[in-house]
Every structure is written in structure tokens, then in C-alpha cells.
């Protein structure tokens, strides 16, 4: 008889996990723009990424739940002056000839108030370090929406060109509408 009851205890979680829905929103770099700023003594560049792909996915409309896997193109990064984007995409910076691809993955999301704090690895120049960003995040009508301001420290990935003349945080901007 306890056989059989935990047998049905099985059956019931398999069916439970089976109707779990999972929406999937395919992320590019028409629906996400990840741009940046770095900033100095006597000013600042701003840039960005054309080129990305990746999913977003959230169970059963919760937003707690979401999970975001992102591969950026670094041969794609762009700034505001040309012979800069030739240098960031150089061995000082990101190095794209050996590193031609960067990462986000989440490991956690938590939601504080009227934003979430995602949690996740970043990889870039094959180094993976873990970074924590709020956001606000919303589904209407079919379409995610994630918008996200955060810093991090280029030097944590071993960008350490210019130091003491380019500071080491680095604004990351973030905006998503994908739809479904």
C-alpha cells in the first residue's frame, strides 16, 4: 500500500511539473539594446553592442521565475568615435579576435519592492564573474519589458588599460521589449 501511494505521489508531481507553462520570448539585438559608458577625467564615450541572441523564459506568468540567457557579439560593439571602437575591440579591451563572444546567464532573481534583483555570471574575455543589477521587468499584451542601470568594474574581467585614466566602472544600460 505505501508503494502504490508513493507511486501516485510521483504520478501527481510528473503531471504538476508537465503543466507548468513556460512563455519564451527570443531575444535579438533589434529587441535588446545593451549600451555602455565609460567615463574619464576630461569626459566620456558611449557604445553599445548591434549584435546578440538569447531567450528569456518565464513559468507560468511569474516573473520571479524569469531566466535570462544572452550571447553578445563582440565584433559588434560600436561607440561614438570610430578609432575608439577599433581599440575596445583590441586585445587592451575586449579582445575579439580571441574573445569574440560574451555571456549572461541569471542564477537568481528576487523581487524587492517595485524592481527585481537579477543575479547572474557575465563572461567576458574568458573570465566569469557574477553580477547583481535591479531592474523593472513587466509582461503586457504578450511582450516583456526589462529596463536595467547598473555599474560594473571592467577591471574585475581584466580590462585594466588606462588605468588611473579611464575609471573602472562602466555604466551598462539595458532595454528589452520582446514579444512573445
Known amino acids: 500500500m505505501i508503494r502504490a501511494v508513493s507511486g501516485m505521489g510521483f504520478v501527481v508531481v510528473l503531471c504538476s511539473a508537465a503543466l507548468a507553462a513556460d512563455t519564451r520570448y527570443s531575444l535579438t539585438g533589434e529587441n535588446t539594446k545593451i549600451t555602455f559608458t ?25 516573473l520571479a521565475t524569469l531566466k535570462v540567457e544572452v550571447e553578445i557579439d563582440c565584433d559588434s560593439l560600436y561607440s561614438d568615435n570610430e578609432k575608439l571602437t577599433a581599440h575596445l575591440k583590441n586585445p587592451d579591451f575586449f579582445g575579439v579576435k580571441d574573445h569574440p563572444k560574451a555571456t549572461f546567464k541569471t542564477t537568481k532573481i528576487e523581487k524587492a519592492d517595485t524592481v527585481y534583483h537579477l543575479t547572474g555570471d557575465l563572461t567576458m574575455l574568458g573570465k566569469t564573474q557574477s553580477v547583481t543589477f535591479p531592474a523593472t521587468v513587466s509582461v503586457k ?15 574585475r574581467w581584466g580590462m585594466t588599460y588606462g588605468k588611473g585614466m579611464i575609471d573602472n566602472d562602466v555604466a551598462i544600460k539595458v532595454v528589452l521589449s520582446a514579444k512573445q
Open 38 to 62: 565609460g567615463t574619464k577625467k576630461n569626459g566620456k564615450h558611449d557604445g553599445g553592442f548591434a549584435k546578440l541572441t538569447g531567450t528569456a523564459t518565464i513559468t507560468d506568468g511569474n
Open 141 to 155: 499584451n504578450g511582450t516583456l519589458t526589462l529596463s536595467a542601470e547598473f555599474k560594473i568594474d571592467r577591471t
